[in-house]
């Protein structure tokens, strides 16, 4: 199976930076990718890469859209963890100020919105087409 789904300097293109740790991203984007995209139905060749340029455009924007989307919302290793905003210690509390936390990113499922929308609008979601 084809995996991952960008390369790192497609990714470097999309984020304006090439990230420290960019093949460990695309790899976990492209994981979520197949994982949203398991009852897809789509022509494939005998190495198992989609035949058909719109899938694979699809397929590599959703895993840019991915990582962009997880890194705005504070996850900047692709786990789905985000930088909190606020923690206690004991009687300690402790909150950033407002306007410096992440913008909170929409999910759904493992996939963030914008990755999400990428995939549907290919027909990639094993959802009949609204």
């Known amino acids: 199976m084809p995996f991952p789904y960008a390369t790192s300097e497609q ?72 930088t909190p905003s606020s923690f206690s210690i004991g009687r300690l509390s402790v909150s950033a100020p407002t306007g410096t936390t992440a913008a909170a990113g929409v999910k759904v499922g493992a996939l963030w919105m914008q990755a999400w929308l990428v995939l549907d609008d290919a027909g990639l979601l094993g959802q009949p087409q609204s």
């Open 11 to 82: 990714l470097r293109a999309h984020l304006g930076v090439l990230p420290a740790d960019a093949d460990q991203l695309l790899v976990r984007a492209s994981r979520d990718v197949r994982h949203a995209t398991r009852c897809a139905v789509y022509a494939v060749d005998e190495n198992g890469e989609a035949t058909d340029l719109a899938v694979v455009v699809a397929l590599r924007d959703a895993v840019l859209e991915q990582i962009a989307a997880g890194r705005a919302s504070g996850d900047k290793t692709g786990l789905g963890a985000s």
